[in-house]
């Protein structure tokens, strides 16, 4: 499976971006996706993950309430709207995926296929 993030650039606090991650995945609908974000220096970190069917989501606290994660299983496209940005948000975000999902929804290690990252910039 092959994952491809895209959406990424630089935007001023307080804007809007959203991000897409298209997959290969021919039963895509049968993968939990998440995002991770991984900010300059420092460890890769949970961002969202959602279910095969949309059925159950998750979110960091720091972006609960200003990101949404969906996904459109016509497409094979997960998305993460991401509003309200701040500066902290600043980071390589990647997409993964995971079929059938196992480990805990937070854990890098429970998703086995992983995009190459799309690069947030937020100015403040």
């Known amino acids: 499976v092959q994952l491809q993030a895209s959406g990424g650039g630089l935007v001023q606090a307080g804007g809007a971006l959203r991000l897409s991650c298209v997959a290969s995945?021919?039963?895509?609908?049968?993968?939990?996706i998440a995002w991770f974000r991984q900010p300059p220096g420092l460890e890769r970190e949970f961002v969202a993950a959602?279910?095969?069917?949309?059925?159950?989501?998750d979110y960091a606290d720091s972006v609960k309430g200003r990101f949404t994660i969906s996904r459109d299983n016509t497409k094979n496209t997960g998305y993460l709207q991401m509003n309200r940005l701040k500066p902290e948000d600043t980071a390589v975000y990647l997409c993964?995926?995971?079929?059938?999902?196992?480990?805990?929804?937070?854990?890098?290690?429970?998703?086995?296929?992983w995009g190459q990252g799309t690069l947030v910039t937020v100015s403040s």
């Open positions: 995945a021919s039963i895509f609908s049968s993968y939990r």
């Open positions: 959602i279910s095969g069917n949309g059925g159950f989501i």
């Open positions: 993964a995926a995971s079929s059938p999902p196992y480990g805990l929804v937070r854990s890098k290690a429970s998703y086995d296929y």
